[in-house]
């Protein structure tokens, strides 16, 4: 199984072209393995403040949307162990909580996380594929 980065997410359903090839190679063999894909449950409300904010426009309800989601997605929930390792973190790690919780819930599962979020993978905090 693999953690996808919210940004993942809205690839996925929007514009896959984003996707690095090794990014759409390790999608494609998790959901070949039956591993599938995970995501923390703060991707959830990540993608509804994005779609607030008119950052990705959505032509079905953005319930309809989640719930998709949802049904593509282990949702993993966010842990006291988590929150834990979350604050963790070294100082090189981005201070956004999203991003601290996401990485904790890779840590935690012991998952990689799919990001292609340079400050993400240049802090080494968890493994992650890009």
């Not at 896959?16 to 090839?21: D, I, R």
């Not at 840590?107 to 905090?125: F, K, N, Q, W």
Request: charged residues 20%; glycine residues 4%; proline residues 4%.
């Amino acid at each position: 199984m693999i953690l996808v980065d919210t940004h993942v997410v809205v690839w996925l359903a929007f514009d896959q072209a984003q996707l690095s090839k090794n990014a759409r190679a390790a999608i494609n063999d998790a959901r070949q393995s039956g591993d599938g894909l995970a995501i923390s449950d703060i991707t959830l409300l990540e993608l509804a403040t994005l779609s607030h904010q008119g950052r990705i426009r959505l032509n079905i309800s953005l319930e309809s949307f989640l719930h998709e989601v949802e049904s593509r997605f282990v949702i993993l929930p966010i842990t006291g162990r988590a929150c834990v390792r979350a604050l963790g973190l070294p100082a090189a790690y981005p201070k956004d909580p999203a991003d601290r919780i996401i990485a904790a819930t890779a840590l935690v599962e012991g998952l990689p996380l799919l990001t292609a979020d340079r400050e993400i993978r240049r802090s080494r905090a968890a493994a992650t594929i890009w």
